[in-house]
């Protein structure tokens, strides 16, 4: 049995004036190192705020975060910042529109080391940004010099993906990183986020409203309703359902009836 990389344990948050019960309800998940789980769920379902107690932005009310063994519950978002990666919906959140593809892609190297250490972007890294960068396809390996603020939003949303991994984190987390991207942008940086996760065996946790990414990205699937875990699908059952049978599972799982657009098929 691998060990855990991430170990969520009955975390409970509670917004004092959202009006409405506890964004999370004692949510408990586990993932192997190397492990890749989607997220869906129903809208104001806790995702998001499952992503920031996990990274340190939010601290729960009760339960604990494990990341690699270590207890990291009330450690500050900085301090496990090292540990863990993540995109946002917003490609200009993860990135510096007045720096070029290449300082930004510095910064991602030595963010976090010491001053004497800062020149320090070993030859090989450097080689396998460049290389990254390549494969992508959208020729931006020739435009390491270009301030980030003149990049599509897909090739700013690839860069931003590619600044987290490049730290190889412990957990990476993906909040819905391709949901503001054109079908063609979005199909491209999925493809990154495939190769980044099996290349660095990255454990990963990525939310999306698409079921159909939420079946084809990754090797298990969380469903959350409520504040809380539903359904987690892995194996067997997994690989043999469809979008409509992902539907079917997670309405069932939710004991209502929720309309289409509570689930946001895509
Ligand atoms: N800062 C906040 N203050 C008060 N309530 C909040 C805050 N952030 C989230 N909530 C509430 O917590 C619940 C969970 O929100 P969250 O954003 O985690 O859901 P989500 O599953 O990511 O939803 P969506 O798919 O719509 O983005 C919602 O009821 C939301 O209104």
């Not at 939010?58 to 301090?79: C, K, M, Y």
């Not at 063609?184 to 990154?192: D, G, T």
């Not at 309703?225 to 069932?252: K, P, S, Y």
């Amino acid at each position: 049995m691998p060990s855990s990389m991430l170990v969520v344990d009955r975390v409970v948050k509670r917004f004092v004036h959202s009006g409405q019960g506890a964004a999370l309800d004692g949510v408990s998940l586990e993932l192997a190192a190397g492990e890749f789980a989607t997220v869906v769920g129903s809208n104001g379902a806790g995702k998001t705020t499952l992503l920031h107690v996990i990274a340190g932005g939010l601290l729960p009310d009760e339960g604990r975060v494990v990341v690699d063994g270590h207890e990291v519950t009330a450690w500050p978002q900085h301090r496990r910042a090292g540990w863990i990666g993540m995109v946002f919906q917003d490609p200009a959140a993860g990135t510096a529109g007045s720096l070029t593809v290449e300082e930004n892609m510095v910064l991602a190297l030595t963010a976090g080391r010491r001053r004497t250490l800062a020149p320090a972007v070993r030859p090989a890294r450097r080689e396998w940004v460049v290389e990254s960068l390549r494969r992508l396809g959208m020729g931006l390996e020739q435009r390491l010099h270009v301030a980030v603020r003149h990049l599509s939003g897909g090739q700013r949303q690839a860069l931003a993906l590619l600044m987290a991994a490049a730290r190889q984190p412990r957990v990476l987390l993906l909040d819905e990183h391709t949901a503001s991207l054109d079908p063609q942008a979005a199909e491209a940086v999925l493809e990154l986020t495939r190769q980044l996760v099996r290349d660095l065996g990255l454990t990963t946790l990525m939310v999306t409203h698409n079921l159909k990414h939420a079946l084809t990205m990754g090797d298990r699937t969380v469903i959350m309703h409520r504040g809380r875990v539903v359904l987690d699908l892995r194996g067997e059952r997994r690989r043999r359902m469809d979008v409509g049978d992902l539907a079917e599972a997670f309405r069932h799982a939710c004991h209502e009836v929720l309309a289409d657009d509570q689930m946001i098929l895509a």
